[in-house]
T-cell receptor
Framework: GAVVSQHPSWVICKSGTSVKIECRSL??????MFWYRQFPKQSLMLMAT?????????EQGVEKDKFLINHASLTLSTLTVTSAHPEDSSFYIC??????????FGSGTRLTVV | DAKTTQPTSMDCAEGRAANLPCNHS???????VYWYRQIHSQGPQYIIH???NNETNEMASLIITEDRKSSTLILPHATLRDTAVYYCIVETGGGADGLTFGKGTHLIIQP
């Protein structure tokens, strides 16, 4: 079946630094990548949608200059959290969609900003 | 807002069938019912989906009422590893939508 590999699985960074999260579709071409955020004991919230070769579209309330998304190829999408602050600490999850595959999530990245 | 309603939590004895209900009374004709589960600190895992017929795969069965306003996910022989949050989602199919997650049902399998 379709696999989306997400790295890193966890990261701790200092306040003010940037962190990059990668999602790779290993056995299919992800024309679309969805990015979600999940705070403790809450459900997943859609942050943004990226289509290969196009600018990402962001959900209301999500700062596009803070959460930079790049989807330059059909197998790789990245989310960069710029100038991270403690309130950005969360669980970030991607989901790749392509062809017949729309059900595959990455394993998630636990970001802790100290 | 999520278009589904699920109980917040449920318990089930190991080895028994776990039946998880979901209400989706405003579902439209072209929307499918999808079920995912999320084990703590992992990404959601696809379980099953259906439009109007009952479906079964190696993980679970999905029973959809004739009026399509509700459904039940059945895990036939629950194990401790089935402890997770289960999400019922309606969407138009193919996974091309952004998926709106509700709060889900926290299923706890008791030994």
């Amino acid at each position: 079946g379709a696999v989306v590999s997400q790295h890193p699985s966890w990261v701790i960074c200092k306040s003010g630094t940037s962190v990059k999260i990668e999602c790779r579709s290993l056995d299919f071409q992800a024309t679309t990548m969805f990015w979600y955020r999940q705070f403790p004991k809450q459900s997943l919230m859609l942050m943004a949608t990226s289509n290969e070769g196009s600018k990402a579209t962001y959900e209301q309330g999500v700062e596009k200059d803070k959460f930079l998304i790049n989807h330059a190829s059909l197998t790789l999408s990245t989310l960069t959290v710029t100038s991270a602050h403690p309130e950005d600490s969360s669980f970030y999850i991607c989901r790749g969609v392509g062809g017949h595959y729309g059900y595959t999530f990455g394993s998630g990245t636990r970001l802790t900003v100290v | 807002d999520a278009k589904t309603t699920q109980p917040t939590s449920m318990d089930c004895a190991e080895g028994r069938a776990a039946n998880l209900p979901c209400n989706h009374s405003t579902i439209s004709g072209n929307e499918y019912v999808y079920w995912y589960r999320q084990i703590h600190s992992q990404g959601p895992q696809y379980i099953i989906h259906g439009l109007k017929n009952n479906e079964t795969n190696e993980m679970a069965s999905l029973i959809i009422t004739e009026d399509r306003k509700s459904s039940t996910l059945i895990l036939p022989h629950a194990t401790l590893r089935d402890t997770a949050v289960y999400y019922c989602i309606v969407e138009t199919g193919g996974g091309a939508d952004g998926l709106t997650f509700g709060k889900g049902t926290h299923l706890i399998i008791q030994p």
